[in-house]
C-alpha cells in the first residue's frame, strides 16, 4: 500500500532506548514522513544500530511506542539469510512471493497435458505472477543484483555457497527489489559495506531518487552528502536525539555553528555568573547584606541552568596491535589451496608465503575468494586440495569482516579471557577500558553489540593475543572516521606480519605493501601503486 501524501510513515512517542543500565537515548519522539531521506549519525556505541533496528519492529524500547505505516525494508548490519539452499535468485525473488509461484509454476508444467483442473490452476498461478510484474520483473531483479555486483552466475548458487559480503548484497537487493515502486521505508544499516565503487555509484543514485521514508546508517560521507536531506544525531553524552532538517553539508556546518555559539554564550554567562558570584560573597560579610547576597547567587546559578551544554567530545578507543612475539623466518606458508562449491570454481592452486614482518594485500573482484581463502590461513576453512603449514613461532590473529570468530552467547569479558588465558581480569578490562568498555559494559553478550561495538571488541581481542602474523578482513568496516584512522594508525605501527583484504585505499595506504596475491589466479606481483585502483574496485 502506498503511503498518502504527508502521511507520517514512522511516528515514535516517549521513546527510551537502554543498553544495560545505561541510557543510550533519553524520551524523544521522532518521525519519518515520505520524502524524508534522513541520515542518522553518532560515535560508535551510541545507539545507531539498536534505534534502527528498535525503529523496524526488530528490538523493543525500553519505554515507548513506535507506529509503523506501509512497508518497511530493514538492512541489519549482520543479516540473518534463513535457509541457506535456496539460491539467491530465489531469494530476491521471495521479497514479492515470485519465487513460490516460479517454484508451483514449474511443478505443474510436466503435468499440464489435457489436464484441465491442472491448466486452470497453472493460469491462476500465471495470472498472479503477471499482477506481481511478472517476468519483467525477474529482469529487474536481476538488474538490480547486477548494479550490487552480483553477477548472474552468483545468482545460480545457493546462499550457503556465498561470502558474507555476497549474502549481505542479496539481502539489500532483495530489500530494494521489494520497496521497487512501493515508496515504503527503508531502514539501512551501513549498506556500502561490501560494495565496490561502481555498485556504491549506483546505490547513492537509487536511494537519492527514493520517494518514500529512508534511514540510513553510514560512514560513507560520500553517501550521505549525496542523499540525505536530514540528519539525526544521537549523542552519546547526553543521550538526546538532535534533528537538523538540513542536508549533510548544511548540517556539519550547522553543528559547528551551534557549538561555537553555546561555547561562546557558556563563556559570556560564566563570566557574568562569577562576578555576580564574587559580588556576593563581599555582601555576605556584612549581616545586613545577606538576603541580597543569596539573591544575588541565586541569580548566579539560574543563569548557568538555562544554557544548552557545550557537546563533550566524543570519546576514541586508543587501538594498538599487540607487541607480535618472535618466530622464525616464515612463520606462515600454503601451497595448491583451491575451492569449489559444487561446480562453481573459487580459486585453484594458490599459493601464500608470509614472511616476518611482511605485508600483504589480497585482490581481487567480489566473489574472488579474498576472504575464503584469509579463513583457510587462518584454519577455519579446510582447502580442497593444498595445505596450510606453520612455521616456527607463528601465533595467528584473525580479525573477520562479519564478526563470525564472536559467540553471541558470550559476554565481552568472556571473549578476552578466551584470547588471553594466561592474563587477569585487571588486565583485560584495562585493555578493555582502551576500547571504550568499562564497568558493566564488561558482562554484555556480543550478540547484543552494534556492529562498531563488535569491531572494537574483535580488535581488542587482537591485541592482548601476541600475534605475529595478522589476518585482516575488511577492519575498517563499521568505523566513524576517528575510529578508522586509529585503525589506520594500528596497521601503520604494528612490526609484525599483516595479510589484508579490504576496500578501503587508505587502509593499504596505511600498511605501506610489499607484495599483492590477485585472485581467482593467485598471481603474487611485487606492489606497485598502479594496483591501487584495483582496491575499491575490488
Request: glycine share 10%; net charge negative.
Amino acid at each position: 500500500m502506498l503511503s498518502a501524501l504527508g502521511e507520517i510513515m514512522i511516528t515514535a512517542t516517549g521513546l527510551e532506548l537502554r543498553a544495560g543500565a545505561r541510557i543510550l537515548l533519553g524520551e524523544a519522539a521522532p518521525r519519518v514522513q515520505p520524502g524524508d531521506r534522513i541520515g542518522l549519525v553518532g560515535r560508535n556505541g551510541a545507539g545507531k544500530t539498536t534505534m534502527l533496528k528498535v525503529l523496524a519492529g526488530e528490538g523493543s524500547p525500553y519505554t515507548g511506542l513506535v507506529d509503523r505505516r506501509g512497508p518497511v525494508g530493514y538492512l541489519p548490519q549482520d543479516p540473518r539469510t534463513g535457509d541457506l539452499e535456496v539460491t539467491a535468485s530465489d531469494r530476491v525473488l521471495s521479497a514479492r512471493g515470485l519465487d513460490t509461484l516460479l517454484a508451483q509454476m514449474k511443478q505443474l508444467e510436466p503435468k499440464l497435458g489435457e489436464d484441465e483442473q491442472l491448466l486452470r490452476r497453472y493460469g491462476q498461478l500465471e495470472d498472479q505472477f503477471a499482477a506481481l510484474g511478472g517476468y519483467g520483473a525477474e529482469a529487474e531483479a536481476a538488474r538490480i543484483c547486477s548494479n550490487l555486483g552480483l553477477p548472474d552466475r552468483v545468482l545460480a548458487q545457493t546462499i550457503g555457497t556465498l561470502s558474507g559480503g555476497q549474502r549481505r548484497r542479496i539481502e539489500l537487493a532483495r530489500i530494494l527489489f521489494a520497496d521497487a515502486g512501493e515508496a515504503g521505508t527503508l531502514l539501512l544499516d551501513e549498506p556500502t559495506n561490501h560494495l565496490d565503487s561502481d555498485s556504491i555509484a549506483w546505490l547513492r543514485g537509487f536511494l537519492a531518487g527514493h520517494k518514500g521514508g529512508l534511514i540510513v546508517i553510514s560512514h560513507d560521507a560520500s553517501l550521505l552528502e549525496a542523499v540525505v536531506n536530514k540528519v539525526w544525531y544521537l549523542d552519546a553524552n547526553r543521550a538526546t536525539l538532535d534533528v537538523y532538517n538540513v542536508g549533510w553539508k548544511a548540517y556539519l556546518d550547522q553543528r559547528e555553528t551551534d557549538e561555537r555559539r553555546r561555547k561562546r554564550e557558556r563563556a559570556n554567562a560564566e563570566k557574568k555568573a562569577g562576578a555576580l558570584m564574587a559580588q556576593a560573597d563581599k555582601l555576605r560579610a556584612k549581616a545586613t547584606k545577606t538576603i541580597a547576597a543569596q539573591n544575588m547567587a541565586k541569580r548566579a546559578e539560574k543563569m548557568l541552568s538555562g544554557l544548552e551544554e557545550v557537546r563533550a567530545s566524543d570519546k576514541v578507543a586508543k587501538v594498538r596491535f599487540p607487541t607480535p612475539a618472535s618466530c622464525g623466518k616464515t612463520p606462515l606458508t600454503a601451497d595448491g589451496l583451491s575451492k569449489s562449491y559444487g561446480s562453481l570454481e573459487i580459486f585453484t592452486d594458490v599459493g601464500v608465503a608470509v614472511d616476518r614482518g611482511s605485508r600483504v594485500v589480497i585482490l581481487g573482484l567480489n566473489g574472488a575468494g579474498k576472504t575464503t581463502l584469509l579463513r583457510m590461513l587462518a584454519g577455519l576453512l579446510t582447502p580442497d586440495t593444498g595445505e596450510v603449514k606453520a612455521g616456527h613461532g607463528l601465533r595467528l590473529g584473525y580479525y573477520a569482516q562479519e564478526h563470525e570468530t564472536l559467540d553471541i552467547a558470550r559476554t565481552i569479558l568472556e571473549h578476552m579471557r578466551s584470547a588471553a588465558p594466561e592474563q587477569t581480569d585487571t588486565e583485560l578490562r584495562r585493555i578493555l577500558g582502551a576500547f571504550l568498555f568499562s564497568g558493566d559494559d564488561v558482562d554484555k553478550p556480543a550478540g547484543v553489540l552494534s556492529g562498531g561495538e563488535k569491531t572494537r571488541l574483535a580488535l581488542a581481542t587482537l591485541v592482548c593475543s601476541g600475534a605475529n602474523v595478522l589476518l585482516l578482513d575488511e577492519p575498517t568496516n563499521n568505523l566513524d572516521p576517528v575510529s578508522r584512522e586509529q585503525v589506520l594508525d594500528a596497521i601503520a605501527r604494528y612490526p609484525g606480519a599483516i595479510v589484508l583484504v579490504t576496500h578501503d585505499p587508505g587502509a593499504v595506504a596505511a600498511l605501506k605493501p610489499d607484495r599483492a596475491i590477485l585472485l581467482p589466479d593467485g598471481d603474487e606481483d611485487a606492489w606497485s601503486d598502479d594496483l591501487l585502483d584495483l582496491v575499491e574496485l575490488a
